[in-house]
């Protein structure tokens, strides 16, 4: 073995040997600038607690929303037809984009209007289904119970990261349906009523692997008033996400 490469390997050895072992935070993501924005959280980050618990929510907002943001934006410098047409029209046609910034508009604009949406339908005091919308569920779904059952099941299905949604038609039908990863189903044309966000990163800091656990407590933040107002905007076909 020559010299240099003796020495290389000792100091490849020293390296690991010696390579502090830190653990380093991940740092929050740069400020989005460009024609895309995190919606503000309709509420505190703590009003969801016990249920949701404000340091996930302030990370789950700030930093995973705000780096699918970040980098839909820098896609934007090149691309900006990607944030002046609508999210459904985008995600319905990812083929017609150029090949390079598919994948990422599919990852981040999916992961924007998904979580756009997330935070829509929680609420610290979201009322009950009422009026058409419980009507609905009860016929098309089999009742409330069944519903939180059904959806609480798929969730625990989903392998990996996504969701656990209920859609809804423009004649308001729902469906029950997931998703992986941060798809959207306005790639299939279709409308969300709302959903629950499985990726471990919404709920590991105080459920850690119980995912049944947080599936179950998350309807105590349902806004089933939110809710009503989705459905009405889906027959009258103005749900944009
Ligand atoms: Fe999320």
Do not use: C
């Amino acid at each position: 073995m020559s010299l240099n490469r003796r020495r290389f390997i000792a100091a490849a050895a020293a390296g690991i040997a010696l390579a502090p072992r830190i653990v380093v935070a991940q740092t929050a993501t740069p400020p989005a600038t460009g024609p895309f924005k995190v919606p503000p959280l309709p509420y505190p980050t703590n009003a969801l607690e016990p249920h949701i618990d404000a340091l996930t929510m302030e990370i789950h907002h700030d930093r995973h929303h705000g780096a699918y943001v970040a980098a839909l934006n820098n896609i934007a410098k090149d691309y900006p037809q990607i944030a002046t047409t609508a999210p459904g029209e985008v995600l319905a046609k990812l083929n017609e984009l150029p090949e390079q910034i598919r994948t990422g508009v599919r990852n981040n604009l999916g992961g924007h209007v998904n979580h756009s949406m997330f935070w829509q339908v929680m609420s610290a005091d979201g009322g009950k289904p009422s009026g058409d919308l419980a009507a609905a569920i009860d016929r098309d779904l089999g009742g409330l119970e069944k519903l939180q059952s059904d959806l609480n099941a798929n969730g625990l299905r989903v392998f990996g990261s996504g969701w656990t949604l209920v859609t809804v038609t423009r004649d308001g039908k729902l469906a029950l349906e997931t998703r992986p990863n941060q798809d959207s189903v306005l790639m299939d044309g279709k409308r969300v009523l709302f959903g629950n966000d499985v990726w471990e990163h919404a709920y590991y800091l105080h459920y850690q692997n119980r995912r049944a656990d947080y599936l179950k407590a998350w309807w105590n933040v349902v806004n089933w008033n939110a809710l009503g107002e989705r459905y009405a905007a889906a027959k009258a076909v103005i749900l944009d996400i």
